[in-house]
């Protein structure tokens, strides 16, 4: 008898293992697709969000360089119109001068004229 009650525990442990098996893999089938497009809804919102990150990073990287460029602009047409000033001053004391020789030239000639 004792060898009897021993099969008859082990086909109940096997009829329960078999019937855990069942349950688990149905609830399996019932959950994973609800599982999966959980994660799949996880995924294309950190996609979206990690866009959101990089177009925000790139937004202020761009305004960042656009505000260096037009500095530089600004300090290149300020130099450009300096030398531009500098260079006008240089020519008027150069005309200045040549006049200043010319006067010289002419007054000499009519002394000596004279």
């Not at 019937?19 to 399996?28: D, E, N, R, S, Y």
């Not at 500098?86 to 040549?98: G, I, N, P, Y």
Request: proline share 1%; glycine share 12%; charged share 25%.
């Amino acid at each position: 008898m004792n060898e009897q009650t021993t099969q008859n525990h082990d086909y109940r442990f096997l009829a329960g293992f078999a019937m855990g098996g069942a349950v688990g893999a149905g609830l399996a089938l019932w959950l994973v697709p609800r599982a999966a497009a959980e994660i799949r809804a996880r995924a294309v919102d950190s996609a979206r969000n990690l866009g959101d990150a990089v177009s925000g990073q790139y937004r202020d990287a761009r305004g960042r360089v656009a505000g260096a460029v037009d500095g530089f602009t600004r300090k290149g047409q300020g130099l450009r119109d300096g030398v531009c000033d500098t260079v006008v001053r240089a020519a008027q004391e150069v005309e200045s001068s040549a006049q200043s020789v010319q006067r010289y030239a002419e007054d000499a000639k009519t002394r000596k004229a004279v």
